[in-house]
């Protein structure tokens, strides 16, 4: 347990460090639709460990499967819809300054980060449950 | 020996090293291209997701 604390303190460090030097705690608009993929993928793969390591039953899988189908489906549509509204970064790769994204888009940005809350909450129940369990143990 | 809860957690910093990483090499902004390259692999990494589901079956999670 020490050495898992241990961990995550220094890999949020890391983390928090990086975003510092780079600046990312302001990113674009579709910098921070990346992000939020890269977040999916990220957790995709933790919870496939999960799964594979036995510590996620089938149905707690599902459950997270809809809902990072749901975070990815809001993001993606998000992400269309801002390229239709800004075609400037759609061709050139270049933020575009003048452009702000539409209503639509920042709806479907909202609920898929809502969506994304959601997830959240419902992990750490799970890590409370872990920990719950293991103190019983113990 | 690391227990499966360890190796979770190192799992999960090293996708976040990983994130910071990506995002540093990228910059701020990003090009188009690259976004759909996430979005396609998110999607990809949802599947193993639901493939590694689907392998576990109905057998209860282990405490």
């Given at each position: 347990?020490?050495?898992?604390?241990?961990?995550?303190?220094?890999?949020?460090?890391?983390?928090?460090?990086?975003?510092?030097?780079?600046?990312?705690?302001?990113?674009?608009?579709?910098?921070t639709?990346?992000?939020?993929?890269?977040?999916?993928?990220?957790?995709?793969?933790?919870?496939?460990?999960?799964?594979?390591?036995?510590?996620?039953?089938?149905?707690?899988?599902?459950?997270?499967?809809t809902?990072?189908?749901?975070?990815?489906?809001?993001?993606?549509?998000?992400?269309?819809?801002?390229?239709?509204?800004?075609?400037?970064q759609?061709?050139?790769?270049?933020?575009?300054?003048?452009?702000?994204?539409?209503?639509?888009?920042?709806?479907?940005?909202?609920?898929?980060?809502?969506?994304?809350?959601?997830?959240?909450?419902?992990?750490?129940?799970?890590?409370?449950?872990?920990?719950?369990?293991?103190?019983?143990?113990? | 020996?690391?227990?499966?809860?360890?190796?979770?957690?190192?799992?999960?910093?090293?996708?976040?090293?990983?994130?910071?990483?990506?995002?540093?090499?990228?910059?701020?902004?990003?090009?188009?291209?690259?976004?759909d390259?996430?979005?396609?692999?998110?999607?990809?990494?949802i599947?193993?997701?639901?493939?590694?589901?689907?392998?576990?079956?109905?057998?209860?999670?282990?405490?």
């Amino acid at each position: 347990m020490k050495h898992l604390r241990l961990f995550l303190a220094v890999a949020l460090a890391v983390v928090l460090t990086a975003c510092a030097t780079t600046g990312i705690g302001k990113p674009t608009f579709l910098g921070t639709i990346d992000l939020s993929y890269k977040g999916i993928t990220a957790m995709s793969n933790t919870f496939t460990t999960g799964v594979q390591l036995g510590k996620f039953g089938k149905k707690d899988a599902d459950n997270i499967v809809t809902m990072l189908r749901t975070i990815h489906q809001g993001l993606s549509v998000t992400q269309d819809l801002y390229l239709q509204a800004c075609p400037v970064q759609a061709l050139t790769g270049q933020p575009d300054p003048a452009c702000a994204p539409p209503v639509a888009a920042l709806l479907r940005f909202n609920a898929a980060d809502t969506a994304m809350k959601e997830l959240q909450k419902y992990i750490d129940a799970q890590i409370a449950r872990q920990v719950q369990l293991q103190g019983a143990k113990s | 020996m690391i227990g499966p809860n360890t190796l979770i957690a190192m799992q999960m910093g090293m996708e976040l090293i990983k994130l910071a990483r990506d995002a540093m090499a990228s910059g701020v902004d990003v090009k188009v291209a690259d976004l759909d390259r996430s979005r396609t692999e998110a999607a990809a990494a949802i599947d193993r997701l639901q493939a590694a589901s689907d392998a576990r079956g109905a057998a209860p999670a282990v405490p």
